[in-house]
């Protein structure tokens, strides 16, 4: 096994492929960690970037059981559920730096994770990232003792993509996953053999602000926007993506008649995003794209999750939302 371990990435695909040459998964608001068992009844949970995570997860530590005490290299997510049980990152937002015992007890006693398994990476000391993904997952199947009661389970494949997309769509979901049945495991590597179908909702934001891009004082790299709310103008977060090239030139142009001396935010701005920030006066409309938002849904605090940039709402002025 290569170390360290990282996890295979899905690209961004444009259609969802048919066929029986793909399988279907559900998109989990989770994140990404790497379950490594050692067969001596030790656990690592290791983040995508490497970081281990173990302590924030203990309801978590039964896995060493569920495959019998076996040493196992596991790939999935760990989700937590909103209250009307979607999985939500904003739920797990709450305690995935947290690593005070307390802390994490309260968490676990109030809202426990679930580890969701879709791959089996090594067993037994044996290496299964070069064989096929419907084989790994065969074996996944084999190895890991789900029961319906213990936070674990494992990930559904579906045969028909399409369809599984419009259903996550509908329920309010992140989205889907497709992956090829005969595809190994490249760890580390952004493939093409898995793609990525999220469901992203546009809304419409206020420009309040903007950065420059890193290294440079006078190119754009960053808007931050707010939401006009009756508590006023509410700070929810920074726009990099999608605002390069041409796209960065004209927005410069629409923006610099409007600098002011102060925030137009009526919250308060991270140190981090109002350092080196150019404020502006709240009147640009601009359309963004995310998976929703981390932190207390519509309220102050609530940041937008990977936005993207995509255009200016000439139509619309602040009041209008």
Known sequence: MPAPLRPMLATRGDVVPAGDAWLHEVKWDGMRVLVHLDGAGGLRLESRNG??????????????DAVAGRSAVLDGEVVAFDE????????????????????VAAHVAARPVTFVAFDLLALDGRDLTVRPLERRQRRLTSVLEVDGAAPWTQSTTYDDGPTLLAETERLGLEGIVSKRRDAPYRPGVRSRDW???????????????????????????????????????????????????????????????????????????????????????????????????????????????????????????????
Do not use: C, M
Not at 207 to 221: A, N
Not at 254 to 276: I, N, Y
Not at 277 to 282: G, Q, V
């Open 51 to 64: 970081n281990v995570v173990t302590a924030a997860y203990p309801e978590l530590h039964g896995l060493v």
């Open 84 to 103: 009307a049980g979607r999985p939500s990152f904003a739920v797990l937002a709450e305690r995935i730096h947290e690593r005070r015992a307390a802390r």
């Open 195 to 321: 793609l990525k179908f999220p469901h992203r909702r546009r809304e419409s934001y206020v420009v309040g602000g903007w950065r420059p891009e890193t290294g440079t004082r006078d190119r754009l790299g960053a808007l931050l926007v707010g939401t006009p709310t009756p508590d006023g103008l509410l700070y929810r977060g920074r726009v990099g993506s999608g605002i390069g090239g041409r796209a960065g030139r004209d927005l410069r142009a629409l923006l610099d008649p409007l600098a002011r001396p102060t925030s137009p935010f009526d919250d308060e701005v991270p140190r981090e995003d109002a350092l080196g920030t150019t404020w502006l006066e709240p009147t640009v409309v601009v359309d963004v794209e995310a998976l929703g938002t981390i932190g207390s849904p519509g309220g102050s605090g609530a940041r937008l999750r990977q936005p993207t940039y995509r255009g200016v709402r000439s139509d619309l002025g602040a009041e209008d939302l």
